[in-house]
């Protein structure tokens, strides 16, 4: 499984959980940790600006942990309606990059 971080200028951070592990609130809290030390790096212009951040309602997402841990980073989340209708932003960008032939060739073997 990967876990990809972007935002309008590009990917911030990916990051590959290791084979037979469970995502908990506190493997999400600490990769929100390393998201926000990688946005310092590569967008120093953002350390002074309010993060609006997006994640659906996935259990490790809605964590007492990461939940405490978005808010010592402040950033403000922006709110997933459960059971939604509407397409998260990513169906928008990033699957229809996927179904492309040379993309799907990496993700397979990154799979493997």
């Known amino acids: 499984m990967a876990w990809v971080f972007w935002d309008a200028e590009g990917i911030l951070f990916i990051d590959y959980l290791e084979k037979c592990k469970t995502v908990t609130g506190e493997y999400y809290s600490n990769l929100l940790t390393i998201l926000d030390q990688k946005i310092r790096e590569k967008r120093p212009g953002m350390q002074k600006k309010k993060i609006i951040f ?7 997402h809605k964590s007492v942990l990461a ?13 997933h309606l459960l059971f ?5 932003p990513s169906d928008f960008s990033l699957f ?5 032939s040379s993309l799907v060739g990496i993700f397979l073997r990154i799979k493997r």
Do not use: I
């Open 54 to 60: 997006h994640q659906d309602n996935a259990p490790a």
């Open 84 to 88: 939604s209708p509407d397409l998260a």
């Open 67 to 79: 939940m405490g841990k978005l808010r010592d980073l402040h950033y403000e989340l922006l709110e």
């Open 96 to 100: 229809p990059k996927l179904k492309s």
